[in-house]
């Protein structure tokens, strides 16, 4: 394998990639760092596209980059996963899906070794990570919401509709009772 070497980048391009990831952590759902070390170029695209699918990206930071985003994007800086070579997988939509693509992935190519992650101000652990793909899609989320909040509301139209049957049935008793005295 060539070894890659990197230009160092300029202080505009620097502030431009702070900038840039800021934004991406701000409207991340979860972040998943990993440790890439000895992935080559075909594998991490690979990884790329699985994780698009998704609506994720994934992305080789500098630790000193990394950090300062996080900070401007108020979030919390897991310094223990932003140690060594680390790259963030950034979901901004379904987490199951990406999550279990990069475990599948992690399972094939022992290379790249998850580190853990962050949901918000809450930092996860690598043994945390995985039982993220056991997580309902959104639209079955959604779904959950929609059928928990209509049970109630038709427990209440079917009581009122009892009611309402109670009511009809005593008045209908109550005009037959008073038809069959002013015929007699």
Do not use: W
């Not at 209440?156 to 005593?170: D, K, S």
């Not at 008045?171 to 005295?181: F, I, R, V, Y």
């Amino acid at each position: 394998m060539e070894e890659v070497r990197l230009l160092p980048l300029s202080r505009k391009k620097k502030e431009e990639l702070i900038e840039e990831l800021t934004e991406q952590f701000r409207n991340s759902s979860v972040i998943v760092y990993t440790d890439y070390r000895g992935l080559a170029m075909p594998g991490l695209n690979a990884l790329r596209k699985a994780l698009r699918a998704h609506d994720a990206e994934y992305h080789v930071v500098k630790n000193t980059l990394a950090e300062l985003a996080l900070r401007r994007a108020g979030m919390p800086v897991p310094e223990e996963l932003l140690a060594g070579p680390t790259a963030a997988s950034i979901i901004t939509g379904d987490i199951a899906g990406a999550v279990r693509a990069m475990t599948d992935f992690a399972a094939t190519n022992r290379e790249l070794t998850i580190k853990g992650g962050q949901a918000g101000q809450r930092i996860l652990s690598a043994e945390e990570i995985p039982a993220l793909a056991t997580l309902p899609s959104r639209e079955v989320l959604l779904a959950q919401v929609m059928g928990g909040m209509k049970a109630p509301i038709s427990g209440l139209v079917t009581v009122l509709g009892g009611t309402i049957r109670g009511l009809v049935t005593v008045l209908q008793a109550h005009a037959k009772k008073m038809e069959e005295a002013s015929a007699a």
